[in-house]
């Protein structure tokens, strides 16, 4: 287990998700209170959207628009450089639970996920799928029985995609076509036996390592969230656990990102759990942040 050793950048969170290194500033979705908000190094705070139906993943489009997840009504919000927001696009007919993460390529094109279920009515778990949204609003499905699709990078090279499973206890792979579209699926990472699908109540003590919000190294490996854990892990292809290293007493990790001015900032959103019942009307989440040796790579 890894002594690192974290600062505090910002408190006062209901539940942090999604983070992001852009433009010199730090942004995250905050699924309670309903906003995605900036900060810088210093920790100066910036609104940069409210939005009714709970943000999550974040990305940018190459005329520099953000994309933003509208989890309950399965939808992407475009913030353009004006400030103006309209629905890029429309992901219903697709989802099998809320929406949930994304990212965004050089090209504009988006993939993203969905919980499978609802997790906080406690339903029981089923597959879902990976979606691509295209840089018009243009959407398709390109993968299929996917087990709770969560963070997600793209290599430096922009050649594969790598998807965490949640409920697979995995990151699965794909090579990345010129249309956007799919292909050659395979393992990344198994980091825990799968589970068996069935009621909730039978799968939850089965997930061993659980991936949520995740970020790639310039090395190509990956460090993650373990969302049932209540650590961080930084893996290798393959599924070496390089690192391990465990939250404050008293919270749970529940996405990390790679960025800050030098690129090895690994910024932790944390929470003392991720239940919408109790973080609903809490301010307790925070964003920490230690330093590591190697510096951010590919997408997002």
Known sequence: MSNRQFETLLTGGGFFESPRWHDGRWFVSDFYHHQVVSVTEEGSVQIEMTIENQPSGIGWLPDGSMLVVSMKDHSILRKGVDGSVTVHARLG?????????????????????????????????????????KSSGEAKVVADQMLFPNGMVITDDEKSLVVGETLGCRYSAFDINDDGTLSNRRVFAQL?????????????????????????????????????????????????????????????????????????????????????????????????????????????
């Open 93 to 133: 007919d697709y989802c099998n639970g809320p929406l949930n993460d994304l990212v965004v390529d050089s090209k504009g094109n988006a993939w993203v996920g969905d919980f499978g279920f609802d997790l906080m009515g406690f339903q029981d778990p089923s597959p879902t799928n990976l979606v691509l949204v």
């Open 192 to 300: 825990g036996p799968s589970p068996t699908l069935g009621a909730f109540t039978e799968v939850l003590p089965q997930i061993t390592v659980a991936p949520d919000g995740c970020g790639m190294d310039s090395d190509g490996n990956i460090w993650m969230a373990d969302a049932l854990g209540n650590r961080l892990l930084h893996i290798a292809e393959g599924g070496e656990i390089l690192e391990e290293v465990k939250a404050p007493e008293g919270l749970g990790f529940f996405a990390c990102m790679l960025g800050g001015s030098d690129g090895k900032t690994l910024l932790a959103c944390a929470a003392p759990d991720f239940l919408e019942a109790n973080r609903i009307l809490s301010n307790d989440a925070v964003l920490l942040v230690t330093k590591v040796e190697t510096g951010r790579g590919g997408r997002p």
